[in-house]
């Protein structure tokens, strides 16, 4: 059998290169010179008689044969490490980057005191957090500059899983200041007239409110302010500029102002954004990244 006259530490280079697409990345993670991680391609090419990777003026193009054999040798790899660290007794400490994307407020609200736990009991983990827009991140974990990501929208991307794992309440809320005066009927018409706080462009979240509880869409929104951070539409809202759909875990952190919040039709099934978290199908994670990934996975389910 091939694997009888097989050096392991080939294939421990092979899983390094191919995971950062480098190998002066794979060097430094293996404290291992450049030169000498080439030499060990080059061996694990001629042992297989294949070739692994194009060198490109770009750098590493992964061939079929790469890919292939990534895939069957990265989980088996983190596995026998498990179990000789089970057999030998041995606690290794988790070390390196973990290149996380998280939506502000919830990352905030609820990602980051995990995180901060997390992170004392393993202070030699980096942690790279990366605020921004579902579908940014999902083309970031697609391209593999994020391990995982934090999503409550995104477009079909047949590499990237995704996973539920938490519901978020939203709610159109205003304050008793900018309603003050104002008729509050419970009627298709009176919401449509209302100044809107959107967050991103073309008030998605507040036509998905209207056919949540209406089923239908408004004919015409009177859009006050646009903004890309929910935290600034929270601002606007409570400053009486108009009223806006926020989560409730933002709306439990207005503190004193939250006395002046209304929040509209409470009584009733309140619209849920479902939160997946989202990882590259095809990419076997680091340990660091996985063991993070899991760990926030096992809390928010476990909540």
Known sequence: MLIDSFNLGL??????????????????ELFMTQPAISQNIKNLEATLQVRLFDRVKQGLIPTHFAQELYLGIGPNLMEIEECLNRVTGVQTELKGKVNIGLPAEFGNNIILPILAEWSREHPEIQLMIDYGLALEHIKAVGTGDLDFAFVDEFDVYTNVTTRPIR??????????????????????????NLDFITYVDNAIIVRQWFQHHFKRHPHHLNIKATL???QGVA???????????????????????????????????????SISIAHLKERTLSRQAELTMNALVEHLIAE
């Open 11 to 28: 294939l421990r280079v092979f899983e390094s290169v191919y995971r950062h697409g480098s190998m002066s990345q794979a060097g430094r």
């Open 228 to 230: 890309q951070d929910v």
């Open 235 to 273: 601002r606007m809202v409570v400053n009486h500029a108009g009223v806006g759909i926020l989560p409730l875990h933002v709306i439990e952190n207005f503190g004193q102002s939250v006395k002046e919040i209304v929040i509209f039709r409470e009584e009733k099934k309140p619209l849920i954004n």
């Open 167 to 192: 519901n978020e309440t939203l709610l159109l809320c205003g304050t008793k200041k900018y309603l003050k005066g104002k008729n509050i009927k419970d009627q298709f018409s009176f919401y449509e």
